[in-house]
């Protein structure tokens, strides 16, 4: 069974950080891009970043570019997302996903999602 597993949420004071984690398994995800996505209490759910299947290239939201970063470590199948200088704002639940097709630059289609990790900032 493929599944991808947020961990590392929690409530955080605004400017402080957090590092969410997501761990694969039932196959390796390293030829796919992979990306976080957010959903915020009545609002649609939004691209924070993504990362390429090499992890060479990174694309960000503009509303988190400068404050978080992606990355990822495909000997233990797993995507980061570093994030620091927390706002309010950020407050959503956060999802991974792994980009359906192989050898990605971007998440265009998800072909797997995470069932998401909850982030509270406050002010």
């Known amino acids: 069974q493929v599944q991808l597993v947020e961990s590392g949420g929690g409530l955080v004071q605004a400017g402080g950080s957090l590092r969410l984690s997501c761990a694969a398994s039932?196959?390796?995800?390293?030829?796919?891009?992979m990306g976080w996505f957010r959903q915020a209490p009545g609002k649609e759910r939004e691209f924070v970043g993504d990362i390429s299947w090499s992890g060479g290239s990174t694309y960000y939201a503009d509303s988190v570019k400068g404050r978080f970063t992606i990355s990822r470590d495909d000997a233990k199948n797993t995507v980061y997302l570093e994030m620091n200088s927390l706002k309010p704002e950020d407050t959503a639940i956060y999802y991974c996903?792994?980009?359906?097709?192989?050898?990605?630059?971007?998440?265009?289609?998800?072909?797997?999602w995470g069932q998401g990790t909850q982030v509270t900032v406050s002010s």
């Open positions: 996903a792994a980009d359906a097709g192989f050898y990605t630059l971007r998440v265009t289609q998800a072909g797997y």
């Open positions: 039932g196959r390796t995800f390293s030829r796919n891009a």
